[in-house]
């Protein structure tokens, strides 16, 4: 299979606790998307990289939130001293440059963070 | 600011019919758009997009109408199947690489 790959699916931590996401894109693609998705909402952007830039970041990530695509290819999200109001799904998506052109994104199957 | 919503939260159609989803959008210097499904538990998948220099764009059993004029946009599904029955989201590129979502539209199709 070739889509977005999110890793781990499902994460349940206390509050408090640190956790790290990982997502690996559609090889061929170079730009990056982290979003997240609280039940009965759209998607909220977070970041986005192109290659190992973080290009773009959203008021909605504090300073609690870090994340990385070191070499360009797969991305960290990091979440430090987790709060209640960090429950959500983390959705991972990628896309292609097309020169001028936009290209969609593609969603990966996201992973969804319980905070106790 | 820039906003995405849609009309109606919740559609039902009849097997067999077609579906007709409504999304309305505030920036207008939106230059391209794209419409995703999602099933329970899973990530948005992608359907259909079109750039702001177009007004409509089929696919296979879908067509996207996007009215400039009124800032509106709309998804079209020929031939409603049970397999439809979805949440879907229609996006929109604002400035940078920072899409927008709308809340949803969830569909639901009846036997």
């Known amino acids: 299979d070739t889509g977005v790959s999110q890793d781990p699916r499902h994460k349940i931590t206390k509050r408090g606790q640190n956790v790290t996401f990982r997502c690996d894109p559609i090889?061929?693609?170079?730009?990056l998307y982290w979003y997240r998705q609280t039940l009965g909402q759209g998607p909220e952007f977070l970041t986005y990289f192109q290659n190992e830039a973080q290009l773009e970041k959203s008021r909605l990530l504090s300073d609690r939130f870090s994340a990385e695509r070191p070499k360009g290819s797969f991305s960290t999200l990091e979440i430090q001293r987790t709060e209640q109001g960090d429950s959500a799904m983390y959705l991972c998506?990628?896309?292609?440059?097309?020169?001028?052109?936009?290209?969609?994104?593609?969603f990966g199957d996201g992973t969804r963070l319980s905070i106790l | 600011g820039e906003s995405v919503g849609l009309h109606l939260p919740t559609l039902s159609v009849q097997e067999g019919d077609n579906s007709i989803i409504n999304c309305a959008y505030s920036?207008?210097?939106?230059?391209?758009f794209i419409w995703y499904k999602q099933e329970s538990g899973k990530g948005p998948q992608f359907i259909i997009d079109i750039r702001s220099n177009m007004d409509k764009r089929q696919g296979q059993r879908v067509t996207v109408l996007l009215n400039k004029t009124v800032k509106h946009l709309s998804l079209q599904i020929a031939a409603t199947q049970p397999g439809d029955s979805a949440v879907y989201f229609c996006a929109e590129k604002g400035y940078g690489q920072n899409f927008v979502f709308g809340p949803g539209t969830r569909l639901s199709v009846l036997p």
């Open positions: 920036n207008s210097a939106s230059d391209y």
């Open positions: 090889s061929e693609h170079n730009r």
């Open positions: 998506a990628s896309s292609a440059t097309g020169g001028r052109s936009n290209q969609p994104q593609h």
